[in-house]
């Protein structure tokens, strides 16, 4: 039946999916109102201030704590050996390896965490820290991944001595973690060996750091009469953070709460659980007492996940047209002094077997090898899934690398390997099932946008006169939503997610999932999902996460799984909801279910208008008058398992032009087109497009988390570590493109993390689309004015 | 990112003030706008046990015309030096390579004094106020004196005034007619100190150089004044050719060090690529 005029403006009213709403989270935020940990103010609160290591590896002669204590307002001071009667000291990682709380006998990265120093003042707990003497024997140190397996490198793990596995497979040296290989390697070879033509490059995925905003913290509050803890914290995840807690403390999870209310931005980093953490639980367990730590920005940056830092060797085999045959990837990963990457178990190296693409390419090979080295641990998915970003910009990079070999237009070879419509669902070489995708035409359409032949025409012209202009493609594909229970799961829990509504007697509702909003605007797009559903305002719902005794269990909000898990319970859960009110109306009616037509927000007797019952009054319905041998109440939980990952896609398209004499890039034009399948909210897709963009180009053209060769980082403060402002971000223009994921209830893919993903090696192929008139086929970022002016100085152009 | 403890004084008077430094020496630090010197104590690299705060000394405050020269109190923000009508008039250079320091925030704080009188070879003043051939005047315990801006750098932070001393005033003659200034800094982001920064102040008679002012920032111990490249200059018609040998005077003198901006290598060219481009700047503004 055709939506009449009527039902139309009911449905506006709705604020439904497809809808621009305004964010409901920004009165807060924009007045100041919201509330982050280092709001929390607990009665009896206490500070803790850790103590870390100035050096990158040494040994741990002594530490002397007595003028410390004797500093009046200093409370306690704990070290490892207050740690180990609890069987604290060292803690679990996501990586399967163990991580030292707080140092055990030896540090092994620049800032790791020796003792924390306990005091009534946040300030007296600072001049505490300075007071607590520690005596070090320096040891030297690894910066270099690549030096990690020599044969007389330093040992950095003693405690790993002897043990030939790190939860992944055999070690093949004292700094090895773990070899992980998808593909076929034989097959591979073998095309290699018989390729018209191959290439090959070495490609850096730098050290980088997501750098929220707001650091990371927490307040540790045990209750001694009770035994409860509640634990007040800046996590992606707090389900599974209370899990955890629950394996290491002891207490019954029952008992255990975690309350995460604001968050100032996440992007991997409060994924992992810290150190700090650890000692502030226990410290307020011994104490009795709130304990709250919150970490500086020095030591969120030097300490926390870090992410990247992937050595690859990236090689592709392909006919003289340029159809790739195979590929071959090898990566040497540095994980940091533990093994605390975060990833799901199953998974050593994430999803990076996603290094395909959107190509057809029938043969593939992939190996990572992780090391250990004196850096701080980590490994985090910066605003993208487990590896991706590292993968797709491999490959990326390496089809520009073609096309530049083969003298084809790098629009032009995109082309002739995308995986075409009718192929979906594909099965990549590499074992994925890519549920749906529409490449060619999306990269058409920026094409045309941008006048793409006009472009590189005036790119010639530019030549001409010893000018450097730039044009970057990419067209990328996602993994995201991790993911399918069957092959995903973290410490054995499976990465479900879950939503529990409860419709109220006067018709609103309420909410609760597993997930974790860190910024990305939940409380809106959730409640416009289920206004969709059930016909309910979404100003009428209230949305809600971050509390473990409230929310149902689920993985939080990482890898883009929000929309393609999250909201999927969302949907399903609501539609539980409209399979019963289904009844009740039926009953209501006196018709058969059959008989009834769903109409925005009411049943209505199929043929008869007038014969209709409102969501409204279903729902005091459901509390007043149900069938019989129906229970009373109107709410549904579901926790959905995703049937298989989703796969945005986009095409993007970079156009920037180089200062010769300073190296210095300017971007001129960025025109991103993403397709994340059905959409929710366009204004809230479009702010994400903008944040993940303006966090590739952080990433592309500044960010570098770097060592000298004793494993001082050099730049840990926002001086020197580039997190651009508004001046220097350059202008986007977005677009899109809808192809539904055939298997998520909406057909929503999730978008977040794209524009990151793609956007990166973007930048750098016109970065070096700019210079590859002069013979250069790859740099490495980050593409700072002195890095490139190097270049160029090297080429001959600067002076 | 926690200070240790010291004592705050606000002292409403230049003389209240310069009493305090007499009484407490080398354990006292003046605040002015407190960009440098707060993040400093907060990393413990500065642990001042009094901080003398003068912001409330509103007699440091504020721009003026003196008998033919322009004079502007040692407390006057960044934002006001921007916002002057006076200076965008009588010396342009100012206004806006006060524009290219901090971002907002902190040229709303920052003062022209503080940077100054830090002694910071990264700070932008020093070399606006040598290629200004600005005068500074000194209050101490003992009265005031001057002290030209060419001769009160002597080393990183390291300058002539002493630990009870007050810069209270900055003196230089308004820009002369036929004459351009520019101030050409890279910087990786709003905010950044220069990676190089060069000033030129030249006065023309038709295309022959009359008189040339070529200083650096960040590119020594001390913002750098390239005399040789004055002398390149001065007397000649001015070609492409003369401000490329300028422009190599200007990386021959520098001596940067290398941090995460850049490499010695790298710092060096660019001090020749933004005197050349100050230079070319300069005149052309000299040339109207």
């Known amino acids: 039946m055709a939506a009449t005029a009527e039902s139309l403006e009911r449905k506006e009213k709705l604020q439904g999916i497809g809808c621009s709403r305004k964010r409901k989270e920004d009165p807060r935020f924009i007045q100041g109102k919201g509330i982050y940990v280092d709001d929390v103010k607990l009665p009896g609160m206490v500070y803790g201030a850790l103590v870390r290591s100035p050096h990158a590896h040494a040994r741990i002669k002594s530490i002397n704590k007595e003028k410390a204590l004797a500093l009046p307002g200093v409370i306690t001071v704990l070290t490892a050996d207050d740690l180990k009667p609890l069987n604290l000291h060292w803690m679990p990682t996501l990586g399967s390896d163990v991580q030292a709380v707080l140092a055990d006998e030896k540090v092994g990265f620049q800032l790791q965490e020796v003792a924390m120093v306990i005091a009534e003042e946040r300030y007296i707990a600072a001049d505490g820290v300075d007071l607590v003497e520690v005596e070090y024997e320096e040891l030297p140190a690894i910066t270099d991944p690549h030096k990690s397996m020599d044969p007389d490198a330093p040992i950095i793990r003693e405690d790993l001595v002897g043990k030939d596995e790190v939860g992944h497979g055999k070690r093949l040296h004292d700094n090895h973690i773990f070899t992980w290989e998808a593909g076929d390697k034989d097959s591979t070879d073998a095309v290699f060996d018989k390729a018209e033509v191959t290439i090959k490059e070495e490609i850096l995925n730098p050290r980088v750091h997501p750098c929220p905003i707001e650091t990371c913290g927490c307040v540790a509050s045990f209750d001694k009469i009770n035994g409860h ?35 100032g931005g996440g992007f991997g980093n409060k994924v992992p659980i810290y150190p700090g953490y650890v000692v502030a639980i226990v410290a307020s367990i011994v104490l009795g007492r709130p304990v709250k730590w919150i970490e500086s920005r020095i030591e969120n940056l030097s300490t926390t996940g870090f992410a990247r830092d992937y050595h690859g060797t990236a090689e592709l085999a392909a006919d003289k047209e340029g159809h790739i045959q195979a590929l071959r990837f090898n990566v040497l990963a540095d994980h940091g002094a533990f093994n605390a990457h975060v990833s799901a178990t199953k998974w050593p190296a994430g999803l990076f077997s996603i290094c395909t693409g959107s190509y057809d390419i029938p043969t593939a090979y992939v190996k990572v090898d992780a090391v250990f080295t004196n850096k701080a641990p980590g490994g985090v998915a910066y605003r993208c899934s487990l590896r991706v970003t590292e ?6 990079r390496m089809i520009d690398i073609l096309a530049q070999k083969l003298n084809i237009d790098k629009a032009e070879i995109r082309r002739r390997n995308f995986i075409q419509a009718d192929q979906f669902p594909y099965n990549t070489s590499l074992g994925w099932t890519l549920d749906s995708g529409n490449y060619g ?44 229970t069957k092959a995903c799961d973290i410490l054995g829990i499976g990465l479900f997610d879950s939503c529990e509504i409860r419709v109220n007697p006067t018709g609103s509702a309420i909410a609760r999932m597993g997930t974790q909003s860190q910024g990305q605007g939940h409380e809106t797009t959730y409640a416009q999902i289920i206004a969709t559903e059930l016909g309910i305002p979404s100003d009428e719902i209230q949305v809600e996460e971050g509390d473990t005794d409230k929310a149902p269990y689920g993985a939080g909000t990482w890898g883009s799984r929000t929309t393609p898990v999250g909201a999927a319970a969302v949907t399903k859960a609501a539609r539980k909801i409209r399979d019963k009110a289904r009844k009740i109306a039926a009953h209501l009616l006196e018709v058969s279910e059959d008989d009834l037509e769903w109409d925005v927000d009411q049943f209505r007797v199929k043929g008869v208008p007038d014969q209709v019952k409102t969501m409204k009054e279903i729902a005091m319905a459901a509390y007043s008058n149900v069938p019989e041998g129906m229970e009373n109440g109107l ?20 156009v920037i032009d180089i200062d010769p004499q300073t190296g210095e890039i300017k971007v001129r034009r960025f025109y991103a087109l993403d397709d994340c399948g059905t959409r929710i909210n366009d204004m809230i897709i479009e702010g994400q497009i903008h944040g993940g963009l303006t966090e590739a180009f952080a990433v592309s053209m500044g960010q570098l988390i770097d060592f000298d060769e004793e494993g001082n980082l050099l730049g840990n403060s926002l001086m020197d570590y580039f997190v651009p402002t508004a001046v220097e971000t350059p202008h986007w223009e977005t677009d899109y493109t809808v192809t539904p994921s055939p298997h998520h209830p909406l057909g929503a893919k999730g978008v977040a993390e794209s524009p990151h993903v793609g956007g990166i090696p973007c930048f750098s192929n016109a970065v070096i689309d700019a210079l590859s008139h002069l013979g250069v086929t790859h740099v490495d970022m980050p593409h700072t004015a002195a890095r490139i002016w190097k270049k160029l100085h090297e080429l001959g152009v600067a002076k | 990112m926690i200070p240790p403890s010291f004592q705050y004084h606000a002292p409403g008077s230049v003389d209240d003030a310069v009493a305090l430094l007499s009484q407490y020496g080398d354990e006292a630090k003046l605040l002015a706008g407190g960009h440098s010197l707060l993040p400093m104590m907060k990393l413990r690299f500065a642990e001042p046990e009094h901080l003398v705060d003068i912001n409330n000394i509103e007699s440091l405050k504020g721009i003026r015309e003196e008998n033919g020269e322009i004079v502007i109190g040692a407390m006057t923000t960044e934002s006001a030096l921007i916002s002057s009508a006076l200076l965008q008039e009588k010396c342009p250079l ?10 907002p925030q902190v040229r709303n704080r920052g003062t022209i004094g503080g940077d100054i009188a830090h002694g910071d070879p990264a700070n932008d003043h020093p070399a606006l106020m040598m290629a200004l051939d600005a005068i500074f005047t000194l209050v101490g315990p003992n009265g005031s004196r001057q002290v030209a801006a060419n001769d009160f750098y002597l080393g990183t932070f390291y300058t002539a005034l002493e630990a009870d001393e007050i810069l209270t005033e900055i003196r230089f003659s308004p820009q002369s007619p036929n004459t351009g200034a520019s101030y050409h800094k890279l910087k990786r982001k709003t905010g950044d100190f220069a990676t190089a920064a060069a000033a030129a102040v030249i006065e023309m008679s038709g295309d022959t150089c009359q008189r040339a002012r070529i200083t650096l920032t960040n590119l020594g111990p001390t913002a750098l004044r390239v005399k040789d490249a004055e002398a390149v200059l001065v007397g000649q018609v001015i070609t492409d050719d003369l401000i490329d040998q300028a422009a190599q005077k200007a990386m021959d003198i520098c001596d940067p060090v290398q941090d995460l901006r850049g490499d010695v290598e790298y710092k060096t060219h660019m001090a020749g690529e933004m005197t050349r481009r100050a230079i070319k700047t300069a005149i052309e503004r000299a040339k109207g």
């Open chain 2, 94 to 103: 100012l206004p806006e390579a006060a524009g290219l320091i901090g971002d």
């Open chain 1, 441 to 484: 035409p999306a990269l058409d359409k920026v094409l045309k946008a941008v006048d793409y032949e006009g472009l590189r025409k005036e790119q010639a012209e530019k030549r001409a006169k010893g000018e450097l202009m730039g044009i970057g493609i990419s067209t990328f594909t996602e993994i995201v939503g991790a993911g399918p």
């Open chain 1, 391 to 396: 993968a797709v910009y491999l490959i990326e």
């Open chain 1, 229 to 263: 803890l509640t634990v007040h914290m800046t996590t992606q995840n707090s389900h599974l953070v209370r899990t955890v807690l629950a394996m290491l403390s002891g207490i019954p999870e029952s008992k255990i709460r975690v309350i995460t209310n604001d968050i």
């Open chain 1, 635 to 654: 709410e549904a939980v579901d926790y959905y398992d995703p049937p298989n990952f989703t796969f945005p896609f986009g095409a993007y398209v970079c």
